[in-house]
């Protein structure tokens, strides 16, 4: 679909978030339909997780998304998805490749919301691919069962912080979750939720830099618990590193049951954002060092810095491997 005013920001880049929304619903398209291949009970597919994706060119108002996804491997009880996405220029015919991304689905019962389906298998080209698929999926099974294991963080308001301090960027958005927002099982799309999550990581990394700001690359973002129709969302914000040219964001949503729901605030959602600021020319620039004042605040940078250390040293090593 061709991108307009209202899916960018001020200076016309395209919000990340609008971008994964997009990715999040060929996924879903594609996997519920191959889940209701066979004949047996009905069923739509829920996001579980999204792998670390690169935004690897900025698109544009009135340039045209293609998205295209296919299924790459499935177990017993999940789908993988591959999405790739291209824009083009509608004018000139230019196309380029902006995003890559992998992404987890689950089978749900369109009779019972908590019953998990089993997946029709595909036919793979070769063994070495499904040999692939099964090391990518227990890779992901273990790193969703960490992140939630230390997923207990809250961020608190901070009176009076200083310039860029972790207190003086973060930020939060409450959203009461619709029926527009939602599935035919009434659980809120990934989607929305990684749009939302995309919002709030871009207002941290402009409060933090004070120039236009854009998504470099999302950590994979990992869906814990199924969000209700009815619940209050809270998507909070914060900074955890800065190298000299980008912005590592620290992004969770909480729920809470607001309508006939007894259950108590619970954590549905984490990632980490990456961000860097741009000229008017829509060059990189220097961004403001994160200044930390507390040890949970070191801690977190330095956690931030090997995170960072080690994509640099990955992607050197494919730069490398694609040289040769």
Known sequence: RIMRPDDANIAGNVHGGTILKMIEEAGAI???????SQAGEPCVAALARVER????????????????????YTSRHSVEVQVNVMSENILTGAKKVTNKASLWYVPLSLKNVNKVLEVPPIQYARKEQEDEGKKRYEEQKLDRLETKQRNGDVILPVIN???????????????????????L???????VTMKLMDEVAGIVA?????????????????????????????????????SNKSMEIEVFVDADPFVDEPRERYRAVSAFFTYVSLSKEGKPLPVPQLLTETEDEKRRFEEGKGRYLQTKAKRQAQMQQAAQ
């Open 30 to 36: 594609i996997s519920t339909r191959h889940c209701n």
């Open 53 to 72: 994706t690169d935004f690897l060119s900025p698109m544009c108002i009135g340039e045209v998304a293609n998205v295209s996804a296919e299924i790459t």
């Open 161 to 183: 912080p200083e310039p860029h301090t972790v207190g003086y960027s973060q930020s939060s958005l409450i959203h009461l979750v619709g029926p527009s927002d939602c599935t």
């Open 185 to 191: 099982l009434g659980f809120v799309h990934g989607g």
């Open 206 to 242: 402009a409060r933090h830099c004070k120039t236009n700001i854009v998504t470099a690359s999302v950590d994979a973002i990992n869906f814990h618990e199924k969000i209700k129709k009815g619940c209050v969302i809270t998507v909070s914000g914060r900074m955890t590193f800065t």
